[in-house]
């Protein structure tokens, strides 16, 4: 077994941060969840990612050292609540990562939780480049034109965000590494809100794979990631999807092929 390290989970009492928080206390890991909700199963500290007060609160209980953060934390597209969705998602997630950063050891590592809903943003530079230098959830709403976009929409744009963040992240820290993790469908109990608010994605995708992913496949590529094992990965979207993304690209890559 590998030394005892420290991991902050957010959101780790229900669902993907649920099992990640299992697979390290079952490995001998100390772990801190960072949730809403509480949980008995290990040490807990109250956080509202989309509170800037409860952020600075929450990282103000820590201690150290910190060898890692898993931000699990997230809510699904649902009716008008865009302006949740991208200030919990990405701002409050953002957030919470940089005003931990000084606590993390040098080789730690930091491993989110994005989504293959977010696999679309390099056809939408130019809005994440003007929405990315953005802190304020009242300016970024401007910026975006939030009223203008789905639920659904702003869901993707939250995890493009989280994606390309990482990558920076990724170029610029010194030790640290930061990865992000994009899974198909997962059962949760999140999973009927992104059944209605993706509902034609979840239909096709289901005709490429046979089934969903189980919360314990996803929290396994996240505690890897997270791992000493994995010392020499930085800045990768790490797509954990049953194959979904390899049979999207191997039929454009054969329609392209078939026009040539």
Not at 43 to 71: C, F, K, R, T, V
Not at 79 to 87: F, G, H, Y
Not at 126 to 153: G, H, K, Y
Not at 175 to 201: W, Y
Request: charged residues 20%; negative net charge; hydrophobic residues 40%.
């Amino acid at each position: 077994m590998s030394p005892q390290r420290h991991y902050l989970v957010t959101g780790g009492t229900h669902g993907i941060g649920h099992a990640v928080v299992d697979q390290l206390l079952a490995k001998g890991h100390q772990v801190t969840i960072l949730d809403r909700d509480p949980s008995r199963q290990t040490h807990w500290i109250a956080l509202n990612l989309a509170d800037p007060a409860s952020i600075q609160a929450a990282i103000a209980e820590l201690s150290g050292p910190i060898h890692g953060l898993i931000n699990c934390a997230g809510i699904a597209p649902s009716d008008d609540n865009q302006r949740a969705v991208l200030a919990i998602n990405w701002l409050g997630t953002r957030t919470l990562t940089e005003s931990v950063l000084s606590r993390l050891t040098d080789d730690a590592s930091v491993v989110t939780i994005a989504s293959r809903a977010g696999d679309g943003w390099t056809e939408h530079c130019d809005m994440i480049r003007t929405a990315l230098p953005e802190i304020d959830i009242d300016q970024l709403a401007e910026c975006v034109s939030l009223d203008t976009l789905t639920p659904a929409r702003a869901y993707e744009l939250s995890k493009e965000l989280l994606i390309v963040w990482t990558l920076q992240m990724a170029g610029n820290a010194q030790g640290i590494r930061f990865n992000t993790i994009s899974p198909s469908s997962v059962d949760t109990r999140l999973t009927p809100a992104f059944k209605a608010a993706f509902q034609s994605r979840q239909t096709h995708n289901r005709s490429l794979v046979s089934r969903v992913a189980t919360t314990t496949e996803v929290a396994a590529a996240a505690c890897f990631l997270a791992s000493p094992e994995a010392s020499w990965i930085n800045g990768v979207d790490l797509k954990v999807d049953g194959g979904v993304t390899a049979k999207r690209l191997l039929t454009r890559w054969n329609l392209e092929n078939s026009e040539t």
